[in-house]
């Protein structure tokens, strides 16, 4: 073993701390670096998940809405056919007898005017309460281009192709 003489030990031992604190130094730098970083990207992190958050809720909201159009429109149709088909029961089985309708020269009563007049202003507003409703909550690109029915669509199809 070979002596050291105490002023070059204690040279290299100041020489130890000196690079020790150095080193130290550098890794509180280097840790505030990443810890900053760190902080940074969480609160991006948490910004895009709120984000994702807030569109999730909004898609949600409108698929609600959505549904909601859609039964109305299936609850306006189911009633709109049932009136239609209550409609076509009066026409077939609802004419006045022939007997009651005309008095004995052969004129109409005005009873079976009215009742004649009301039956076709029930039928045109039931038709036109139908075709509302459809063309409400069909999309526009599925209506017909000439006139805007949606009964035409297939004659329509056959003439532009």
């Known amino acids: 073993m070979q002596f050291i003489p105490y002023p070059i030990l204690s040279a290299v031992k100041i020489l130890q701390v000196h690079l020790t604190k150095n080193l130290h130094k550098q890794g509180l730098h280097k840790n505030r670096k990443y810890h900053v970083q760190n902080l940074v990207q969480q609160l991006r992190h948490h910004t895009q998940q709120m ?4 569109e999730a809720a909004r898609r949600e909201n409108l698929r609600d809405v959505w549904i909601q159009k859609n039964r109305k ?11 239609f088909s209550a409609f076509i029961a009066l026409i077939v089985e609802g004419t006045p007898h022939e007997d009651t309708a005309t008095y004995n020269d052969g004129q109409l009563k005005p ?3 009215v009742f004649s007049v009301g039956v076709s202003i029930s039928s045109f507003l039931l038709m036109m309460g139908m075709w509302l409703t459809m063309r409400a909550y069909i ?9 805007g029915c949606v009964l035409c669509i297939a ?7």
């Open 51 to 54: 984000k994702i958050s807030v």
């Open 73 to 83: 429109a299936d609850t306006l149709l189911i009633t709109t056919t049932l009136m």
């Open 111 to 113: 009873i079976v005017t």
């Open 139 to 147: 999309p526009p690109e599925v209506l017909c281009k000439c006139c």
């Open 155 to 161: 004659c329509c199809l056959l003439l532009n192709s």
